[in-house]
C-alpha cells in the first residue's frame, strides 16, 4: 500500500514569490490535513480537506490556502513568501480522524525562501 | 499559546534503561492523545494513543499513562533500544473527532548502546 506521497520534496524560492505544494494520500483517506513544521514552533496545524470541504483552519494568514480534488489529491498554495515561511511541510492523511485511525504523515516538502 | 508543551527538549538513556517522556497540557477540553515519533528526513510515525476515559494504555514496550486532573501524560519505553532514538511528539486533537492535531515541540530521545 503506498504511503503519502508529497511533492516536490526539496525546493527554493525568494521573498514575494508563491509556491504550491501537492500531495497524494493512501488510497481510500478521505482527509487530507497540512502542518508547518519549524524549529521554534514545532508542527503546527494549518488546515484540513475532507472530501473538498475544509474541515478546519488553523492560526495561519490568508496568504497560505488549500484545496483538495474529488480524488482526495490536495495541494497547498502560499502566496507573497517571507522569509519566515521557511520550513518543512507535511501532509497527513487518514480514513476520516485521528480518532478512527491514525494520521499518516508524508515526508515533507521542504521550502526554502531567501 | 503552546497548549500542549513538551520541556525537554531532548533526553539521553541507557540501552536497556526505561525512558521516559513527559508532556503538558492546558486545555482541559482535550480528550484524545498521541504520540508519534520522527526520525530525520522522515515525517512522523503514530506511535500509541489514549483516550481521556482512560489512565494507561500498554502496546508492547510502550505505555502511555494520563493524569487529567494535572493535565499530564507520560511516554514510558521500556527497555530502551538504539533504534527508538527519534524526536517524539505528544499530540491532541482541538475537537472530537477532527484531526486538527496541537502538537508538542517534541524530545529528542538517544538511547546509548
Known amino acids: 500500500k503506498a504511503g503519502v506521497t508529497q511533492t516536490p520534496r526539496y525546493l527554493i524560492k525568494t521573498r514575494g514569490q508563491q509556491v504550491t505544494l501537492s500531495c497524494s494520500p493512501i488510497?481510500?483517506?478521505?482527509?487530507v490535513s497540512w502542518y508547518q513544521q519549524t524549529p521554534g514552533q514545532g508542527l503546527q496545524f494549518l488546515f484540513e480537506?475532507?472530501?473538498?470541504?475544509?474541515?478546519n483552519k488553523g492560526n495561519f494568514p490568508g496568504r497560505f490556502s488549500g484545496r483538495q480534488f474529488s480524488n482526495s489529491r490536495s495541494e497547498m498554495n502560499v502566496s507573497t513568501l517571507e522569509l519566515g515561511d521557511s520550513a518543512l511541510y507535511l501532509c497527513?492523511?487518514?480514513?476520516?480522524?485521528?480518532?478512527?485511525?491514525?494520521?499518516?504523515f508524508g515526508e515533507g516538502s521542504r521550502l526554502t525562501v531567501l | 499559546d503552546q497548549q500542549v508543551k513538551q520541556n525537554s527538549p531532548s533526553l539521553s538513556v541507557q540501552e536497556g534503561r526505561i525512558s521516559i517522556l513527559n508532556c503538558d497540557y492546558t486545555?482541559?477540553?482535550?480528550?484524545?492523545f498521541l504520540w508519534y515519533k520522527k526520525y530525520p528526513a522522515e515525517g512522523p510515525t503514530f506511535l500509541i494513543s489514549?483516550?481521556?476515559?482512560?489512565d494507561k494504555n500498554e502496546d508492547g514496550r510502550f505505555t502511555v499513562f494520563l493524569n487529567k486532573s494535572a493535565k499530564h501524560l507520560s511516554l514510558h519505553i521500556v527497555p530502551s533500544q538504539p533504534g527508538d532514538s527519534a524526536v517524539y511528539f505528544c499530540?491532541?486533537?482541538?475537537?472530537?473527532?477532527?484531526?486538527?492535531?496541537?502538537f508538542g515541540t517534541g524530545t529528542r530521545l538517544t538511547v546509548i548502546p
Open positions: 480537506y475532507f472530501s473538498e470541504t475544509q474541515r
Open positions: 499530540a491532541a486533537p482541538g475537537q472530537t473527532g477532527a484531526n486538527n492535531l496541537f
Open positions: 488510497s481510500g483517506h478521505r482527509s
Open positions: 486545555n482541559s477540553m482535550f480528550d484524545y
Open positions: 489514549i483516550s481521556s476515559i482512560k
Open positions: 497527513a492523511s487518514s480514513l476520516v480522524s485521528v480518532n478512527t485511525g491514525e494520521l499518516f
